[in-house]
C-alpha cells in the first residue's frame, strides 16, 4: 500500500486549518483491491489547488488530474474540495481524496509539559470522576491504562497468558499509584518516542 503523504506542519504562528480527508484507492489492476483510508492535515494554504499540492508533496510520483470544491466559506460545513490523482509505484492506480474542513479545538503539543497541560484542561472540565477528585495523574493514568487495555486486544492468549504469569510472580505496579514523573516517563516511552511522524499534537496520539 502507498505509503500515506504527511504535509509538514505549519509553525504554531500561522492561522493553520484542519481537514480530515478519505482516500479512496482503485488500482488499476481488477485483481488488485480497492482501499479506503481516514486521515488529517493542518495546513495554511489559501485555495484547494494549494492545499492537494501541500497533500501531494511527497508522492513523486502522482499526478493530479482535476480538482474541484472551495475552502472560501466561514461556514465549515462548505468548505470541502476533492481531487483525483494517478500513480505508478507500487502499482498503477487512480485515487480521489475526498476532504472537509473541521473546527480544531485546543491543542496541546506531543511533550511531556504538552500532556500535562492536556491533563489540566481535562481536570477543569471534569474536576470529579464518580463522585472523587480528579487530578493530573489520573488523567494521565487513564491514557496509559487505555493504551494498555487496547493491546491486550490484539495479543494472542498464550502472550497473555505469560503476561499475567509475570504479573502473579513478580507484581505489577498499577498506573493510579504512580506519581506524576513515573507516568510522564512512561508516556514519553509509549506515546512521545513511539510517536507516528504525523503527530505533533497530544490529541493526535490520542485519537
Not at 472551495?70 to 483525483?84: A, G, M, P, T
Request: overall charge negative; glycine content about 4%.
Amino acid at each position: 500500500m502507498l505509503e500515506e503523504a504527511v504535509p509538514s506542519q505549519p509553525s504554531r504562528s500561522c492561522p493553520w486549518r484542519r481537514f480530515n480527508y478519505t482516500r479512496y484507492a482503485s488500482p488499476n489492476d481488477a485483481k488488485l483491491q480497492r482501499t479506503e483510508q481516514y486521515g488529517k492535515i493542518r495546513t495554511d494554504a489559501a485555495t484547494p489547488h494549494a492545499i492537494a499540492r501541500e497533500y501531494l508533496a511527497d508522492l513523486h510520483d502522482a499526478v493530479l488530474l482535476n480538482i474541484q470544491g472551495r475552502i472560501d466559506s466561514k461556514d465549515l460545513s462548505q468548505n470541502k474540495l476533492q481531487f483525483v490523482f494517478t500513480y505508478d509505484v507500487p502499482y498503477p492506480s487512480s485515487v480521489l481524496v475526498e476532504m472537509q474542513e473541521v473546527e480544531e479545538g485546543l491543542t496541546h503539543p506531543l511533550t511531556q509539559e504538552g500532556f500535562v497541560a492536556w491533563a489540566e484542561d481535562r481536570v477543569v472540565a471534569e474536576p470529579t470522576i464518580e463522585g472523587k477528585p480528579n487530578s493530573v495523574e489520573l488523567e494521565l493514568a487513564g491514557v496509559l491504562h487505555e493504551r494498555l487495555v487496547e493491546g491486550m486486544y490484539k495479543e494472542k492468549a498464550r502472550d497473555l497468558q505469560a503476561w499475567l504469569g509475570d504479573i502473579l510472580w513478580s507484581g505489577h505496579r498499577g498506573y493510579s499509584e504512580m506519581s506524576r514523573e513515573e507516568l510522564l516517563a512512561q508516556l514519553q516511552i509509549e506515546y512521545i518516542d513511539d510517536a507516528e511522524e504525523a503527530f505533533d499534537t497530544v490529541e493526535d496520539a490520542l485519537e
